[in-house]
């Protein structure tokens, strides 16, 4: 499969992943609508959302069908964004505390 | 001589897939991606663009968590008066439900593309640049109301300052991404539609714009989720 034919799939698929990304977005929209709370929300809004991100770049963007050297380029570096996130929370936390105690 | 300097095809394309597949395409005096540079070009873009939105994003978090004024509840703030009755977030939704569907549209372009159906991807992909523009459409009225309801970069009556210059920052920033891919998106379906790519036959622009385009719609299910679920 050369660059000139490449990425063919039948039409359903785009389809059926188009209708799944709708149930996936009427879910989430639903947990605000229902008006959920503490860990319920917060596990409902993120598992829709990996699930969302998930078939778009696997199906629409065809990252199913590259080759894994191209799949781990693109995949892995976010990871270290995953560590940002992590330490920027710890570090908001500690800020958070802070101000409680000195900005009341 | 160029025998032995070019390698003959079988030793420069390892047949082979999976991890050894990974190993041996990294590890060859070769190119590492086996697609044409204009796709691995895009996907390094798009895999800078994602450091830039995540920084946005891991901003306003952090700005968020560290913030002890109450934070607006985005849910009341996006709600939209229909019928006498408050409903949360329906623009918002509404915004959501219509990238999605560019997406849809975008992905069977690219498929038609592939086909060689020239009409069906031009007007696939001109449908898909219709309902980018009614997403901006329906941002720019979103950004109005907020704007007449007091909300600045520097404060909003709702509650914490930092609310607004983190709302106008993420979604404008997006909101110039879709901008950018709706152009993007015309420029292309009007050369597919004028015969362009018939000559060489090679119509993978189209998948690189769609691409582009899904990236939009993936860094919306981020914004979505983050910023107006939170």
């Known amino acids: 499969m050369t660059s000139h034919s490449g990425q063919q799939h039948p039409i359903s698929?785009?389809?059926?992943?188009?209708?799944?990304?709708?149930?996936?977005?009427?879910?989430?929209?639903?947990?605000?609508?229902?008006?959920?709370?503490?860990?319920?929300?917060?596990?409902?809004?993120?598992?829709?959302?990996?699930?969302k991100a998930g078939l778009i770049v696997a199906i629409f963007m065809h990252m199913a069908w590259e080759r894994l050297s191209l799949v781990y380029a693109i995949l892995v570096p976010p990871l270290c964004l995953l560590v940002l996130v992590?330490?920027?929370?710890?570090?908001?936390?500690?800020t958070f505390a802070l101000r409680q105690m000195f900005f009341r | 001589m160029s025998a032995l300097l070019s390698p003959s095809p079988e030793t420069s394309k390892p047949s082979f897939g999976g991890l050894r597949g990974l190993v041996a395409d990294w590890s060859s005096?070769?190119?590492?991606?086996?697609?044409?540079?204009?796709?691995a070009m895009m996907w390094i873009f798009l895999l800078s663009d994602t450091f830039v939105f995540s920084s946005f994003l891991i901003g306003y978090m952090t700005v968020r968590i560290a913030t002890t004024a109450p934070w607006p509840n985005p849910s009341e703030v996006?709600?939209?008066?229909?019928?006498?009755?408050?409903?949360?977030?329906?623009?918002?939704?509404?915004?959501?439900?219509?990238?999605?569907?560019s997406s849809g549209t975008m992905a069977m372009a690219v498929n038609f593309a592939y086909r060689r159906d020239r009409m069906k991807t031009a007007l696939l992909m001109l449908a898909t640049a219709f309902l980018g523009a009614a997403f901006v459409g329906m941002q720019a009225f979103e950004w109005t109301k907020l704007i007449v309801e007091g909300v600045r970069p520097w404060g909003n009556p709702m509650g914490a300052a930092q609310f607004g210059s983190a709302f106008f920052m993420i979604t404008g920033f997006h909101g110039l991404h879709v901008s950018a891919g709706v152009i993007y998106l015309l420029v292309v379906a009007l050369r597919v539609l004028r015969g362009r790519y018939e000559k060489s036959g090679n119509y993978q622009i189209v998948e690189i714009a769609g691409l582009y385009w899904h990236f939009v719609d993936l860094v919306w299910v981020f914004i979505f989720a983050l910023f107006y679920l939170w």
Request: no cysteine; proline share 1%.
């Open chain 1, 13 to 51: 698929l785009y389809l059926k992943i188009w209708g799944l990304l709708f149930v996936l977005s009427t879910l989430s929209y639903l947990v605000d609508y229902f008006q959920f709370q503490g860990y319920l929300r917060w596990s409902l809004i993120i598992l829709f959302m990996l699930l």
């Open chain 2, 29 to 39: 005096d070769q190119q590492a991606f086996q697609v044409s540079w204009g796709k």
């Open chain 2, 78 to 101: 996006f709600a939209l008066h229909v019928g006498g009755v408050e409903v949360p977030l329906l623009l918002i939704a509404i915004m959501t439900f219509v990238l999605i569907t």
């Open chain 1, 86 to 94: 992590i330490l920027m929370a710890a570090e908001a936390d500690y």
